[in-house]
């Protein structure tokens, strides 16, 4: 079992920046690829990006390349998603997710999932 929570939501005005932090207990935290996917208010869960457990691989959703970056911290078991040049379209719940899997761009694939933090642009 792993546990997550996310922490770092907030509300931002356009263009602004934040960091999410997702922070793992339980089983070993550095074999998990970790994923973020984000849900906006009426829409479906889509994937935002993941990193691989060595953090050599790691995929973005075409929609916030070269905006969002993903990292981890395996000593602290944390992973984070820093958030630049955010839009209104970003304001969504983001989540946080685990696989086993080496890699992972659907939430099918992922066993497990943080609460989520709130994530809000305005103009």
């Known amino acids: 079992q792993v546990q997550l929570v996310e922490s770092g939501g907030g509300l931002v005005q356009a263009g602004g920046s934040l960091r999410l932090s997702c922070t793992a207990s339980?089983?070993?935290?550095?074999?998990?690829?970790m994923g973020w996917f984000r849900q906006g208010p009426g829409k479906e869960r889509e994937f935002v990006a993941y990193?691989?457990?060595?953090?050599?691989?790691?995929n973005y959703a075409a929609f916030v390349k070269g905006r969002f970056t993903i990292s981890r911290d395996n000593a602290k078991s944390t992973v984070f998603l820093q958030m630049n040049s955010l839009r209104p379209e970003d304001t969504a719940i983001y989540y946080c997710?685990?696989?086993?899997?080496?890699?992972?761009?659907?939430?099918?694939?992922?066993?497990?999932w943080g609460q989520g933090t709130q994530v809000t642009v305005s103009l």
């Open positions: 990193i691989g457990w060595r953090a050599v691989s790691t």
């Open positions: 339980g089983r070993t935290f550095s074999t998990y690829t």
């Open positions: 997710a685990a696989t086993l899997a080496s890699y992972g761009t659907t939430p099918a694939q992922y066993n497990y």
